[in-house]
């Protein structure tokens, strides 16, 4: 009854508190007992009772302390994964949810080293690195031969407890990233969405550090993630095509002077912004002749070659009609002349074919340059001379360049000799 009671009691205790007053209860339990109904010179057999009431009870004690460990991991996973849904149902933004996933990592994963990896061709861009108390920003790798390649190429998570052990995978090679040390447990699952192929992955310093549970978790996170990452990915999309032209895909006009608007903010007399801008010569003519079916693929295939003749930092945008508009940032006017030069040079090689196979020719172009701050005090001006010069270049016979570097050397050598210093 005494070795009943005690377990009774331990087994409340456990429950309701933590190991100390059940330890405590166990002690005072047996001593109680030993100490009313036996003396020290008690029998064997008697000490062997009491003494395995006591290891029952403290065995007992350390099962119950482990179900309900287990069971506040559950209901922080659960919790975790649940505020991570919630949160993630309500941005639209590629930094805000991997911001939410390092704080899902934190909460209820117990980890060395952790990453969120998207697929771009044969690399694999990591948006968020943790490891061993150090973030790394614009981390890529090559995918091929890599863990990471294996659960993208499969679509299939990946749990290797113990990486002292040999991984036998085939092609697959260990990649350190972070800090030079390697992880002796490793737990990858795919992040995959309609527009979203990545991965995220877990690691430790410890062999054997997780369990299924962390897999489940893990599981979930990259479902959720790979959805609301889609959803940011569809957003941008959206917003990128509210601010583009949606014949030519080329900046619209109000998107464009935005974004010209900003580039001036930042030019200087060191690093000035050059404005083109570009008009289609007999553009209604050839929509008359031909139809405008083929106007429009004039105006695509006139987009294309600029696209192909400027740099990633430069921007192309419809003005109106036929008219484009080019912005070149830290490029003066003989620099803007050169990309002229060679987006009208190209344009006179362009041909489209008609229904029978027919070459057609590409009608040609004019443009006018104009260049901040040297040329105009603000935004208006400078767009205000770009267009006059673009004039100029049609009155002097179309499929010109306004101005002629020809021409402003030779001014600019005359007014030397006239001036001398």
């Not at 289609?280 to 002749?289: G, I």
Request: hydrophobic residues 45%; charged residues 20%; contains cysteine.
């Amino acid at each position: 009854l005494v070795g009943i009671l005690l377990m009774l009691g331990v087994i409340t205790s456990a429950v309701l508190a933590d190991r100390g007053p059940s330890y405590l209860l166990v002690i005072l339990g047996s001593l109680g007992a030993i100490g009313i109904r036996h003396s020290f010179w008690a029998s064997i057999q008697d000490w062997t009772i009491h003494l395995s009431f006591s290891i029952a009870a403290i065995i007992a004690l350390e099962t119950l302390m482990q179900l309900k460990r287990l069971a506040r991991d559950n209901i922080r996973r659960l919790e975790t994964i649940t505020e991570f849904s919630r949160n993630i149902s309500c941005t639209l933004d590629t930094k805000q949810v991997m911001a939410l996933l390092n704080v899902a990592f934190t909460n209820a994963v117990e980890a060395d080293t952790y990453f969120v990896g998207i697929r771009e061709d044969n690399e694999l861009r990591l948006d968020l690195v943790y490891d061993d108390g150090e973030y790394f920003d614009n981390q890529r790798v090559k995918l091929e031969g890599s863990l990471s390649s294996w659960v993208l190429q499969n679509q299939r998570s990946l749990f290797l407890p113990d990486l002292r052990k040999e991984v036998v995978l085939p092609g697959v090679r260990v990649v350190l990233l972070g800090q030079h040390k390697t992880s002796l447990s490793w737990l990858g699952v795919p992040m995959k969405g309609e527009s979203v192929d990545g991965i995220i992955s877990i690691g430790s310093y410890r062999p054997n550090a997780f369990d299924q549970a962390d897999l489940e978790l893990l599981t979930a996170l990259a479902q959720h993630a790979a959805q609301a990452l889609d959803n940011t990915l569809r957003h941008a999309q959206v917003e990128l095509r509210s601010h583009l032209d949606s014949l030519t895909g080329v900046y619209n006009h109000g998107s464009f002077l935005k974004l010209l608007q900003e580039h001036a903010d930042r030019a200087t007399e060191t690093a000035p912004l050059s404005l083109i801008m570009l008009d289609v010569d007999h553009f209604k003519e050839y929509n008359d002749a031909y139809g405008h079916l083929f106007g429009d693929e004039v105006l695509t295939a006139l987009c294309q070659t600029i696209r192909a003749h400027i740099k990633m930092t430069d921007a192309v945008g419809r003005w109106g009609g036929e008219e484009f508009v080019i912005f070149l940032p830290n490029a003066n006017a003989s620099q803007a002349h050169q990309v002229a030069s060679r987006i009208r040079d190209t344009v006179m090689t362009l041909t489209l074919r008609d229904h029978a196979g027919i070459s057609i020719s590409v009608p040609t172009v004019s443009q006018g340059i104009a260049v901040f701050p040297q040329e105009a005090a603000n935004l208006v001006e400078l767009i205000h001379l770009a267009d006059q010069r673009l004039y100029e270049a049609k009155r002097r016979g179309r499929n010109h360049i306004e101005p002629d570097p020809v021409s402003q050397f030779t001014t600019a050598s005359n007014a030397a000799t006239s001036n001398p210093a």
